[in-house]
T-cell receptor
């Protein structure tokens, strides 16, 4: 069966520090991968998605970036965190090429607090 | 782009009571997903609907998609404390999902 992991689970970082969040998927090949952010009192915001190694699409301009160095690994990074980067970061995966009718399955999330 | 509006924003029900959560779209829905989230955790997939008039059930939760494919409802029968959490609807929008803001459900024992 497929599983998705995220780490760390919780992170407290000072403003201006770098960030690296990792997401890995097991039990499937060539998944579509997604990074979402869920801020307090707001819905899920899609940040990045990837349909293959090295292929990243950005949905929202910001100081975050994403990379996919391996088929089942998705990394969210920042060179300098802002206070507004605080939130709950969720990684998700799906399988398919059409982009429709593909259920996304979510990881446990990483809670980031920038102080 | 696709926009989803959920109602109510939150509700509190007595254990054993039925409840309904609605999700309304600004466009025709090609795929509508329901998820449940407990605070501080990831989303758990509940059901996906694609066809107008489609209805699916899992245990005491039933989801429906209207014939015009612009509105979905999630109905919980005889609510239990385990049903408490945030319910989110999501919809296909190109090659991504867009989500509603969520409905917070509290169940009083």
């Amino acid at each position: 069966s497929q599983t998705i992991h995220q780490w760390p689970a919780t992170l407290v970082q000072p403003v201006g520090s770098p960030l690296s969040l990792e997401c890995t998927v097991e039990g499937t090949s060539n998944p579509n991968l997604y990074w979402y952010r869920q801020a307090a009192g707001r819905g899920l915001q899609l940040l990045f998605y990837s349909v293959g190694i090295g292929q990243i699409s950005s949905e929202v301009p910001q100081n975050l970036s994403a990379s996919r160095p391996q088929d089942r690994q998705f990394i969210l990074s920042s060179k300098k965190l802002l206070l507004s980067d605080s939130g709950f970061y969720l990684c998700a995966w799906s399988v398919g090429a059409s982009g429709r009718g593909e259920t996304q399955y979510f990881g446990p999330g990483t809670r980031l607090l920038v102080l | 782009s696709q926009e989803l509006e959920q109602s109510p924003q939150s509700l509190i029900v007595q254990e054993g009571k039925n409840l309904t959560i609605n999700c309304t779209s600004s466009k025709t829905l090609y795929g509508l997903y329901w998820y449940k989230q407990k605070y501080g955790e990831g989303l758990i997939f509940l059901m996906m609907l694609q066809k107008g008039g489609e209805e699916k059930s899992h245990e005491k939760i039933t989801a429906k998609l209207d014939e015009k494919k612009q509105q979905s409802s999630l109905h919980i029968t005889a609510s239990q404390p385990s049903h408490a959490g945030i319910y989110l609807c999501g919809a296909d929008d190109g090659n991504k999902l867009v989500f509603g803001a969520g409905t917070i459900l509290r169940v009083k024992s």
